[in-house]
């Protein structure tokens, strides 16, 4: 490993969006794992389902191996979003006059470009579009991802004086 790699490692900026991205991931899951545990369905199915983004139906009957695809999925979208609201919020001013806004509505912008948008064009297994159901989802996207999100970004960029 040359010296130029062991920067990389050292970089503020990516050592925030790293930590950021996990940590929304992890707030997601959970949320998401604790509402499938109320409506009786487990974990297991939970992440097989993400997986099924990919693999179709054939998730559901693959174990343990397509729940770890589907968490690995899980982190690699949560990771994705973050990396897009930390450029988005170092190019838009508008986005650090109020953190709580901000994270509601990008809460609501993943919520939507998910369920309407990535999920249809994935191999997932649709049924109808349930409000109440995307309603709480968005607001778990809200809670989980948009807020930290938004605290946390600007927390950064407020320290390291970076726009």
Same mark, same amino acid.
């Given at each position: 490993? +040359?010296?130029?790699?062991?920067?990389?490692?050292?970089?503020? =900026?990516?050592?925030?969006?790293?930590?950021?991205?996990? @940590?929304?991931?992890?707030?997601?899951?959970?949320?998401?794992?604790?509402?499938?545990?109320?409506?009786?369905?487990?974990?297991?199915? /939970? /992440?097989?389902?993400?997986?099924?983004?990919?693999? +179709?139906?054939?998730?559901? =009957?693959?174990?343990?191996?397509?729940?770890?695809? +589907?968490?690995?999925?899980?982190?690699?979208?949560?990771?994705?979003?973050?990396?897009?609201?930390?450029?988005? $919020?170092?190019?838009?001013? /508008? /986005?650090?006059?109020?953190?709580?806004?901000? +994270?509601?509505?990008?809460?609501?912008?993943?919520?939507?470009?998910?369920?309407? #948008?990535?999920?249809?064009?994935?191999? #997932?297994?649709?049924?109808?579009?349930?409000?109440?159901?995307?309603?709480?989802?968005?607001?778990? @996207?809200? #809670?989980?991802?948009?807020?930290?999100? =938004?605290?946390?970004?600007?927390?950064? $960029? =407020?320290?390291?004086?970076?726009?």
């Amino acid at each position: 490993m +040359g010296n130029n790699d062991l920067k990389a490692y050292r970089n503020p =900026s990516l050592k925030a969006i790293l930590l950021s991205g996990l @940590l929304a991931g992890t707030l997601d899951i959970t949320a998401a794992i604790i509402q499938a545990g109320i409506g009786g369905t487990g974990p297991l199915k /939970l /992440l097989q389902y993400v997986a099924s983004g990919i693999f +179709g139906t054939a998730a559901f =009957s693959g174990g343990v191996l397509f729940a770890f695809y +589907g968490l690995v999925f899980h982190y690699f979208i949560a990771m994705c979003w973050t990396i897009l609201f930390f450029l988005v $919020y170092r190019k838009l001013d /508008l /986005l650090r006059y109020n953190r709580i806004m901000t +994270g509601v509505f990008y809460g609501i912008f993943i919520g939507c470009i998910m369920n309407f #948008v990535v999920v249809p064009l994935s191999e #997932v297994p649709r049924g109808p579009v349930r409000l109440l159901s995307l309603v709480l989802a968005i607001s778990i @996207l809200i #809670v989980a991802v948009g807020l930290p999100l =938004s605290f946390l970004a600007h927390r950064f $960029y =407020s320290r390291t004086g970076k726009k």
